[in-house]
């Protein structure tokens, strides 16, 4: 199998000496397969997506995407892999309180370098296409 994603022997570590939040953690995930990480919470679950996404290093072992060794990479280097290369949808909305509902949706394709006028064509198609329940008057 060739991995898209592979985690090979990552511990991490929040405090030196600390109990692991992962402790030898090894798992490859292949191109167009879909998976799930269900376990109790305090279990590492965000902390292994958080070196996936490259918003956290290990204390030790690997972590490779797409072939590249995100846990090497430098602070420049990460922020443009993040930008362009990964997408999360948060547990919490971590909004920018500051901006509107159309400013929050379109900042991710800003910081990607999308055109301001492409970005709001797709902004609008987003919202358009929304599925909220309406309140009955």
């Keep these: 199998m060739d991995a898209l994603i592979e985690l090979s022997e990552v511990t991490k570590r929040h405090a030196a000496g600390g109990v692991p939040a992962l402790d030898r953690v090894s798992v490859q995930v292949a191109a167009g397969e879909a998976v799930a990480v269900m376990r109790p919470s305090g279990s590492g679950k965000s902390?292994?997506?958080?070196?996936?996404?490259?918003?956290?290093?290990?204390?030790?072992?690997t972590v490779t995407v797409a072939g590249q060794?995100?846990?090497r990479l430098g602070e420049a280097r990460t922020a443009w892999y993040r930008r362009t290369q990964v997408?999360?949808?948060?547990?919490?909305f971590n909004l920018v309180?500051?901006?509107?509902?159309?400013?929050?949706?379109?900042?991710?394709?800003?910081?990607?370098?999308?055109?301001?006028?492409?970005?709001?064509?797709?902004?609008?198609?987003v919202?358009?296409?929304?599925?909220?329940?309406?309140?009955?008057g």
């Design 127 to 136: 919202i358009s296409k929304r599925q909220c329940p309406r309140s009955r």
């Design 97 to 125: 309180e500051d901006l509107t509902v159309a400013g929050n949706v379109m900042l991710p394709a800003r910081l990607a370098g999308v055109r301001r006028g492409v970005s709001e064509i797709r902004c609008e198609e």
């Design 87 to 92: 997408g999360m949808i948060f547990q919490f």
């Design 47 to 61: 902390t292994l997506l958080n070196l996936v996404a490259g918003l956290d290093k290990p204390s030790a072992g």
């Design 69 to 71: 060794r995100v846990d």
